[in-house]
């Protein structure tokens, strides 16, 4: 292999895959000292000229060993020259497997550059390269990346724990695959929780600024009461995990999670999630709730509980999530929930007797509940 007389140039007519060339200093540098590259990438930090020149230098090494196929991504200039839109490789992890990487220039992010690249350095990698299978990483956090691995067709395989190394730290991550014989299309529905406006309340995505008011409600003598064996963040350091880890949640359609923030102030009221969507029925979902401890008894989640209804049933041709059924389950003799779950339209439809743990080691009847999307209907 001859660098870069051999490398091969890939394009899908928008974008350009080539070899790296002294030219792309520049642009090496300004991605690599971008802030998002530095805090989910291994480059070093601080980044100097110097270490871009190296990194360029590098790219005829990796070719030549046949370990690392690494390209340079080109983007059109507009009515000017192609520049320098970021890099993509995939590394010879041997037997077959590959490990990609890519990084966008911040200049075009946003506009399916980095998508573009990975579907054409993988669909190259396995009929030029002969691979059966490319694994895809990223540190937890990391969603940009999990929406390109998402576009692309990667199969989520779960959450590592401390197993990416970063700059000499071992990182939490994600990790998906990716097989020749899959297709390049999202293997789910990306669930997002889109702004709902409702009575006094609004449903948004959970934020790192509503920590304290988060904490406050999860451990709160009535939630631990009730939902003190479940293993919502309790801490600091927990709550902030599960603030990078439901974007997995999200990509994989498993779960959909909103804060409950008030209509005038914003600040955090509460959380309700809808999960188990691909665990459950067809077209099913179960419902949760919870309410910091000042909002209690003032409707909010009663109105809470309806935007969501609102939006599992709506169409999907509107934003909705198009689904037929809805379950609640709660402890028997939990007033509050029970109360919530009649009030807005479900019917019990059972009793597990003697199988709802509570906080304080006692053992409780769950009620279930259900509400079709035809009664719901009727009611609205």
Known sequence: ??????????????????????????????????????????????????????????????WESDNRWAFAIET??????ARFG???????????IGVIAFGAHPDVRGRGVSTAAVQLVSSWAFTARGLHGIVWEAIEGDVASLRVAWKTGFTFEGPTRS??????????????????????QPKSRWLDPLSLVGPGVRLRELRLEDEDRYLETVNDRESMRWLGTIPFPRDSAAFRRQHARRWLESATGSSLEWAIAD???????GTVNLFGFQSLDYKSAEVGYRTHPDTRGRGVGKASLRLALGHAFG???????????????????????????RTCGFTETGRDRRCYDLDDGSVVDLIRFDLLKSEYDARH
């Open 1 to 62: 292999m001859r660098f870069p007389d051999d490398v091969p140039v890939l394009s899908d007519g928008r974008i350009t895959l080539r070899a790296h060339a002294p030219v792309d200093l520049e642009g090496v540098y300004e991605q690599c000292t971008d802030p998002l590259t530095q805090r989910f990438t291994t480059v070093p930090v601080p980044y100097s000229r110097h270490d871009a020149a190296q990194f360029l230098t590098s790219r005829a090494a990796a």
């Open 76 to 81: 059109p200039g507009g009515s000017g020259p």
């Open 86 to 96: 970021g890099s993509v490789s995939v590394s010879n992890a041997g037997a077959g």
């Open 163 to 184: 197993f990416v190394l970063q700059r000499g730290e071992a990182r939490s991550g994600w990790r998906g695959t990716l097989l020749a014989s899959d297709d390049t």
């Open 263 to 269: 209509g005038g102030d914003d600040r955090y009221l």
């Open 315 to 341: 169409s999907e041709d509107d934003a909705g999530l198009g689904l037929e059924r809805v379950s609640l389950n709660a402890g028997a003799g939990n007033l509050g929930s029970l109360g919530l779950a």
